[in-house]
Every structure is written in structure tokens, then in C-alpha cells.
């Protein structure tokens, strides 16, 4: 029998579809080519010797000839810092100048390195560049909204394989993160607690979704989740805006982002995926309901007609069984290091 799920932090209502689910290892994704990718391509903007092909380069981590990791313009911005985000209202019909900006974070030097094999260290370095970016970004007043993604293969949106991922900033607060504001607002006037510490609680309590923990931060997925292998990193520390992460909290959120990297890699043969980090607005850094998380959403499975048309998903994997996979993959010694396992699926972004 199928069965209804709702998702408290979002609001939505998820079919759980027991008569379609599919065992977790039949979402792996089908090898499709052998083909070896280097760690170098002379024609790639982001290789080492190539920087004069990228934007502005706004900072690194590291000597300019020995770079870890860096910070450029995006070369073809959605937004762009030079416009004013000046509002235009006429009946019905609004709009503001499309200001902004859009950077490009280059996470490596090596052309061919997968996310889900990096070292602590090295997801690390990328985690200190994402939290320098958002603290300079906010500084600007105009802006309202940072978002942090990252977008893994091409089911997923990218159009560069060497391993990058993207800030945009904009001058407005979008619709979604109003609703889920709106939502943990209620909830704590009701019940005097954070709906996303609640959550967290819930869910080490039952146990059954979780994948991974550490002292600071716990991998689990929702009893809601929209889509299978959906799956939420929350940090134990009540904070409401990425930019207060701490040092140590970096490297245990290095630790839990490669594990849980990891077991995707290897129990779904390096599926497409997106990530996000989900902030508070800028200008509310310090709440008592809002906790800032990153989402981690698989593309092992595709919208259709259904969803469109009533916003609701159907999930064909039951949350429990895809996490009690996901805990059942073993990682190898190796994932970290940089030589290339010939029994592991291609390396690709």
C-alpha cells in the first residue's frame, strides 16, 4: 500500500509508493562509457596555466602557481554586480534590474578528481573558500540571498567537467525560503522549539534514516523525502546562517560530506546530483527558529506529468530501505587518494 508523507520543513506532501519501489541498488546508474578523463585538458578554463581563460579571478586559496582553490566571476553570469537592483512596477507587471553576482568556486587544480574522492582536507579548503565568500558577499547591503550550490554531472546542469561549484547573490528573498521561514516561524511560536532541531532529534531517536553522524553534524534521510536517496546534512549546532560554521566545524562537515559522497559513489555508481546550501536571508543572521542545512538531491529519478500538474512528488524508494543501503556501503581505504581505482566506475563530473 502506498502512503502519504509529509515534509514539515517544506510544507509538501510526498507519495511513499510501496507497490513501485524499486530495491535501492536498481537506482545505480548505468555505466555508460570507459573513457578515461585526465587530470589535465589543455582546452579547460579551470586547468592550471589556463586562468587567463576565466573571469576576474576574485580570490584563492594558496600561491597564484600552487592554487588549492579559487574564486572567480562566472564568465556568463545570471546576474551581474554592475547593474542596480532598481524595482519597476506597472499594474500587474514587476520587476527589478537584474543585479546580483555569480562566481564560479574552482575546487581543484587536477582536471579529473571526483568530488566523492576527495581528501578531508582538500573538501575542506573548498568548505573555508564557500564561508570567505558569503561573509564578503553580505557585506553588500543590497544583497538578500546567497546560495551555494554545486551541480554534478549532467542530469544535474553542468557543462564543465572539472570539479567546480557556483554563489549566486541577488537582491531578493525567493518565494520558497519565504515559505520555509514562514513555516519555522509558526512552528516555534507554537511549540517554543526550532522545527529543524526538533527534526534532528526525531530522526537520531528512530534512527532508521539516519547514514551518518558526527560531533557536529548528522546525514540522514527525511521521513518525507521528496525523491529517492534525497538527503539532508544538518549542523547539531543551533545557527541559522552558514557564515557562523566554525573552523572545526568545517572539517566535520569535510568528514560527513565525504562519507556520504562516498556511499552514493560507490553504492550508485557515481550518480548526477545537486547540493545546496540552504541560509538564512542576509540581513537575519541570529534566530531562535531558522537552521541553516545542506541538501543533497540524487538525480536517479525524473518529475513527470504528476508532479507538474499537483506539486506533489512521488518517491518509488522508501526512505528507510535507501538509508539502510546507503549505511551498508562500505568505503574503500583509497577514496581519498588521487590515483585513479581501475575497479571503481570512471571518474566524472
Known amino acids: 500500500m502506498s502512503e502519504l508523507r509529509q515534509n514539515l520543513i517544506t510544507r509538501d506532501w510526498v507519495i511513499i509508493a510501496h ?8 537506482f ?18 579551470f586547468c592550471p ?41 506597472q499594474k500587474t507587471y514587476r520587476s527589478i534590474a537584474g543585479f546580483g553576482v555569480h562566481e564560479v568556486i574552482i575546487e581543484h587544480p587536477l582536471h579529473n578528481v ?7 582536507s582538500e573538501i575542506a579548503n573548498i568548505f573555508s573558500m564557500y564561508r570567505e565568500r558569503y561573509r564578503q558577499l ?51 511560536d507554537e511549540t517554543g522549539e526550532c522545527l529543524y532541531c526538533r527534526t534532528m532529534k ?7 534514516r539516519i547514514i551518518s553522524e558526527n560531533k557536529h553534524f548528522v546525514a540522514f534521510i527525511p521521513y518525507a523525502a521528496l525523491s529517492p536517496f534525497h538527503l539532508w546534512i ?40 545537486n547540493y545546496t546550501i540552504r541560509s538564512i536571508p542576509t540581513d537575519q543572521d541570529y534566530t531562535d527558529y531558522y537552521h541553516w542545512y545542506l541538501a543533497i538531491i540524487p538525480r536517479v529519478s525524473q518529475a513527470a506529468g504528476f508532479e507538474l500538474g499537483s506539486g506533489m512528488f512521488i518517491n518509488s524508494s522508501l526512505p528507510e530501505e535507501s538509508a539502510e543501503f546507503l549505511r551498508s556501503i562500505e568505503i574503500p581505504i583509497s577514496s581519498g587518494n588521487r590515483d585513479l581505482d581501475k575497479k571503481s566506475p570512471p571518474y566524472s563530473i
Open 19 to 26: 507497490e513501485r519501489s524499486q530495491r535501492p541498488n536498481q
Open 28 to 45: 545505480a546508474k548505468k555505466i555508460e562509457s570507459d573513457r578515461i578523463i585526465p587530470p589535465y585538458q589543455a582546452d579547460c578554463p
Open 49 to 89: 596555466g589556463n586562468e587567463h581563460d576565466t573571469a576576474e579571478e576574485i580570490c584563492c586559496l594558496g600561491d597564484r602557481e600552487n592554487w588549492k582553490v579559487r574564486a572567480v566571476f562566472n564568465k556568463y553570469p545570471a546576474v551581474s554586480p554592475e547593474k542596480e537592483p532598481t524595482r519597476k512596477i
Open 114 to 120: 571526483n568530488p566523492a574522492l576527495l581528501t578531508i
Open 138 to 188: 553580505k557585506r553588500d547591503p543590497r544583497i538578500k540571498t546567497i546560495v551555494i550550490f554545486k551541480n554534478h554531472g549532467p542530469k544535474a546542469g553542468t557543462s564543465l567537467e572539472h570539479p567546480h561549484s557556483q554563489i549566486a547573490a541577488t537582491p531578493i528573498v525567493p518565494g520558497q525560503m519565504r515559505d520555509r521561514i514562514s513555516e519555522a516561524m509558526r512552528y516555534f
Open 202 to 208: 526525531d530522526e537520531l531517536s528512530a534512527s532508521q
Open 234 to 273: 544538518f549542523p547539531k549546532r543551533h545557527s541559522s546562517s552558514f557564515e557562523q560554521i566554525s573552523d572545526e566545524e568545517i572539517i566535520d562537515m569535510a568528514r560527513i560530506l565525504k562519507t556520504v559522497l562516498a556511499k552514493l559513489y560507490y553504492g550508485l555508481n557515481n550518480p548526477d546530483y
